[in-house]
Every structure is written in structure tokens, then in C-alpha cells.
């Protein structure tokens, strides 16, 4: 079963900077089915990024997702204060879906 | 549009079998592209994986899980139901379901590609195990 492991735990960033977050899979994926969704206090995930670099419907430009194999990343290039919140890394196979533990992006 | 929403009791006593209702709409449970999956968030945890079922009936649960999660769907009501038994404190959670996407592109060489992902959330239902 896939293991998905997200660093930092927790970044703290100052708005307008580049947030990287990471998410590594205990063995190589189906970049295909490697997906990011962010999640504010008290609601739902949303989808942001799928196919490990595809974005979502009405996710702007400034997150981008990027990888293959085991290693895969979510930039968010300037942070905008609506995007101080957790992040998620997603994948299925095998007809199973396994999240990442989350990164928390605080502001600084 | 395409919703979901969750429904089911807020409070459980340990040892009894939670029973969860998704309801959807905006899309049909008999799309060939699209199924449904059961998600849960304990307070302050990562998301925690539960159950799928997709439009042919396949259904699938996570491993740790297995034995206590019976997913079915009733297209015609357009619901999703997830059948929890043996319920333990540590099942105290918000629980959601989601609309799974299956989406297919061609590659550059002709070849099928095939993308899975969560696209519409629920907003969640909040259930605790207490006695």
C-alpha cells in the first residue's frame, strides 16, 4: 500500500513569497492520479491540482503542481493571504486512495 | 450544479453501526465517469480514506477499514449510503463524501490516459462516539 509523506509539516511564509511544499510516495506512482487539495479551517477539501500538475476549474494561476515517479511538489509562486491553510496530496491505485499527512501553510 | 450533502446522526453510542447518507445532485450515479467516495477527518488529523463505489457498482475500502464498511448506492434516489459497525470513540470525526471523477485524455501517442481525482465536496457531517 502506497505511503504518502508531505514536508514541511508546517511552513511559515510571509505573503508574496513562494511557498514549496512536498509530497513523496513510498514507491513510484501514476503521476496520472496524483492529485492537491486545500483545506481552511472549518470546511471541505477543494481540488486544486490533478494529474500531479493539471489545475483545477477556477484555481488561479499562482499554484502549480509538478512531478513523476515518487516525488512530487505544489508551488504556490506569491502567496495570497487566502492561501494561508492546509494542503493535501492525494493518489489512487490499485483501488485505493491514500492521503498525504498535509502541509499547514501559516503566515509568518 | 453539481452538490453533494451528508446526512446521518450527529451522535452514536459505542459498539453501534453508523449509517451515512450522501446525497448528490447535478450529476447521475449512473455517469460511467464518475462515483463516490466517503472520506473522514478526525478533529485536528489528516484526511483518512474509507470507502469508494464507482457507476458499475465496483466498490472498494480502505484496508485498514474493511471489516466494519459496507458502501452501496441507490441510483434512482441519487444516494450513496456508508454503513459503519462496531463504532469506537476514536471514530469521532467529520465525515464527507465526494464526487470521484474519472477523466480520460489522449496522449501524444494516441494512447489513453486516465485521471482520478475528488472534484465536489460535501460541506461534512459531524459525528460523536460517545456513551
Known amino acids: 500500500e502506497i505511503v504518502l509523506t508531505q514536508s514541511p509539516g508546517t511552513l511559515s511564509l510571509f505573503p508574496g513569497e513562494r511557498a514549496t511544499l512536498s509530497c513523496r510516495a513510498s514507491q513510484s506512482v501514476n503521476s496520472n492520479h496524483l492529485a492537491w487539495y486545500q483545506q481552511k479551517p472549518g470546511q471541505a477539501p477543494r481540488l486544486l491540482i490533478y494529474g500531479a500538475s493539471t489545475r483545477a476549474t477556477g484555481i488561479p494561476d499562482r499554484f502549480s503542481g509538478s512531478g513523476s515517479g515518487t516525488d512530487f511538489t505544489l508551488t504556490i509562486s506569491r502567496l495570497e493571504p487566502e492561501d494561508f491553510a492546509l494542503y493535501y496530496c492525494q493518489h489512487f491505485g490499485r483501488s485505493l486512495w491514500t492521503f498525504g499527512q498535509g502541509t499547514k501553510v501559516e503566515i509568518k | 450544479q453539481v452538490t453533494l450533502k451528508e446526512s446521518g446522526p450527529v451522535l452514536v453510542k459505542p459498539t453501534e453501526t453508523l449509517t451515512l447518507t450522501c446525497t448528490v445532485s447535478g450529476f447521475s450515479l449512473s455517469n460511467a465517469k464518475m462515483g463516490v467516495n466517503w472520506i473522514r477527518q478526525s478533529p485536528g488529523k489528516a484526511l483518512e480514506w474509507l470507502a469508494h463505489i464507482f457507476s458499475n457498482d465496483e466498490k472498494s475500502y480502505s484496508t485498514s477499514l474493511k471489516s466494519r464498511l459496507t458502501i452501496s448506492k441507490d441510483t434512482s434516489k441519487s444516494q450513496v449510503v456508508l454503513i459503519m459497525t462496531n463504532m469506537d470513540p476514536v471514530d469521532t470525526a467529520t465525515y464527507y463524501c465526494?464526487?470521484?471523477?474519472?477523466?480520460?485524455?489522449?496522449?501524444?501517442?494516441?494512447?489513453?490516459?486516465?485521471?482520478?481525482?475528488?472534484?465536489?465536496w460535501g460541506k461534512g457531517t459531524t459525528v460523536a462516539v460517545s456513551s
Open positions: 465526494a464526487r470521484t471523477v474519472m477523466d480520460i485524455a489522449v496522449g501524444v501517442a494516441s494512447e489513453f490516459i486516465y485521471y482520478y481525482y475528488m472534484d465536489v
